[in-house]
Each structure stands twice: as structure tokens, then as C-alpha cells.
Nanobody, 123 residues
């Protein structure tokens, strides 16, 4: 069974940057569609960004467009989320996930999930 482990979260000032990593085992990220989601206290889980296993398509949420970039390193079997120009509203637990489905903005379509990593952006 595929396992995903997020890392790279922490505390950062507004306007700063973080890079989240999602290391996979038991599966190859190049064979899956990979996504990042986040959930803030009192709010529902929301889609952040995704990358198709083939074609290089990377849909992103409007709220992070131009600031966040998803990428994949097949040699390291790892997916990344580069987060720039961070805002306090970006504070949330960030999760990575894997799916064979093409409906990447829907969390219910994902088969495997990491445990999440906390991102806190101070003002």
C-alpha cells in the first residue's frame, strides 16, 4: 500500500516562503495523480494544487494561483509544494494525496493520504 509522508511545515512570517515535501513509498508518484489539500481550524478541507502523472498539467486553486507551485521529482519519488508570498490565511494543515482518478480537485477521489504538516503564517 502506498504511504505518503509530508514534511517542511513550520512557522513563517507573512510574505515568506516554505517548501513542503511529500515522500512516497509503496508506490511511484509518476504513476499517480498527486494533489495537495489544506484544512484550517473550523473550515472544510480545500483543494490547493495537483499534478497529473502524464502531460504536466498542474491545476491550482484560485486562492494560491501565482504563489504556490506543485512539482514532482521522480528520482526521489517525491512531490513538492513551493509556497511563496505566504499570507496568514494560508495557515492550515497541509496534506498530500495520491489517486488514479482524473478528478483532482475532489478530495473524495484520492486513495492515499499523508498525515499532514502544519503551516502557520504570522502577521
Amino acid at each position: 500500500q502506498m504511504q505518503l509522508v509530508e514534511s517542511g511545515g513550520g512557522l513563517v512570517q507573512a510574505g515568506g516562503s516554505l517548501r513542503l515535501s511529500c515522500a512516497a513509498s509503496g508506490g511511484t508518484v509518476s504513476n499517480y495523480n498527486m494533489g495537495w489539500f489544506r484544512q484550517a481550524p473550523g473550515k472544510e478541507r480545500e483543494f490547493v494544487a495537483a499534478i497529473y502523472w502524464r502531460g504536466g498539467i498542474t491545476p491550482v486553486a484560485d486562492s494560491v494561483k501565482g504563489r504556490f507551485t506543485i512539482s514532482r521529482d521522480n528520482a526521489k519519488n517525491t512531490v513538492y509544494l513551493q509556497m511563496n508570498s505566504l499570507k496568514p490565511d494560508d495557515t492550515a494543515v497541509y496534506y498530500c494525496a495520491a489517486t488514479l482518478s482524473g478528478r483532482l480537485v475532489a478530495g473524495r477521489e484520492y486513495d492515499y493520504w499523508g498525515q499532514g504538516t502544519q503551516v502557520t503564517v504570522s502577521s
